[in-house]
């Protein structure tokens, strides 16, 4: 069973902080990583996508992929409370994606 | 706009009761999902058509079942809803291929009484 875990927090931060997103996933052959952000009652919007090792910077958002450790994490700078919502780290291995509980992110003005 | 849309975007059914939820796209994608999503979990994928090809997860129960009559549209039948399949539904497409993201529907909310 291919599994993708997140600490479901909730994670709260001050406005303006970076919030530290963390994800494992148990299937070493899988090949893209995904973060969306899911607002209550609305479905998941993708935010970032990563594939190799190393850091990938896209605005405020930076995603991290190592995967010997197999994990992958998603940095928030400048934390605003529209960020406010569940981010759900995906697995995606050939057309067969695997998504995490989500961690609530809570950005406190 | 290219998009995903699901019809409803609430549905009440009785115990028992046939239900049938609808996806439609226009973004010409060749694949297209479902997912189940309970109150704080992970969506579940239920099962993707990869073109017309049928590929169902291991664990999903009998009861659901899907139709995919052409590229634009999907449909998941739930024969008879009991109270578990209360969930939000999620359709989603992605183009073939490495790496391709998912494109999602707005998702249907299915009550079950």
């Known amino acids: 069973q291919k599994e993708v875990e997140q600490n479901s927090g909730p994670l709260s931060v001050p406005e303006g902080a970076i919030a530290s997103l963390n994800c494992t996933y148990s299937?070493?052959?899988?090949?893209?990583f995904f973060w969306y952000r899911q607002y209550s009652g609305k479905s998941p919007e993708l935010i970032m996508f990563i594939y190799s090792n190393g850091d990938k910077e896209d605005g405020r958002f930076t995603a991290q992929l190592n995967k010997a450790s197999q994990y992958v994490s998603l940095l928030i700078r400048d934390s605003q409370p529209s960020d406010s919502a569940t981010y759900l780290c995906?697995?995606?291995?050939?057309?067969?994606?695997?998504f995490g509980a989500g961690t609530r992110l809570t950005v406190k003005p | 706009d290219a998009m995903v849309i699901q019809n409803p975007r609430y549905q009440v059914t009785q115990f028992g009761k046939p239900v049938t939820l609808s996806c439609s796209q226009t973004?010409?994608?060749?694949?297209m999902y479902w997912y189940q999503q309970k109150s704080s979990q992970a969506p579940k994928l239920l099962f993707h058509y990869y073109d017309k090809d049928f590929n169902n997860e291991a664990d999903t129960p009998d009861n659901f079942q899907s139709r995919r009559p052409n590229t634009s549209f999907c449909f998941l039948d739930i024969r008879s809803p009991g109270l578990g399949d209360a969930a939000m539904y999620l359709c989603?497409?992605?183009?073939?291929?490495?790496?391709?993201?998912?494109?999602f529907g707005s998702g249907t909310q299915l009550s079950v009484l």
């Open positions: 973004l010409n994608h060749n694949v």
């Open positions: 995906a697995v995606d291995d050939n057309n067969d994606m695997r």
């Open positions: 299937d070493r052959g899988s090949q893209s």
């Open positions: 989603a497409t992605s183009t073939s291929g490495f790496n391709e993201k998912l494109f």
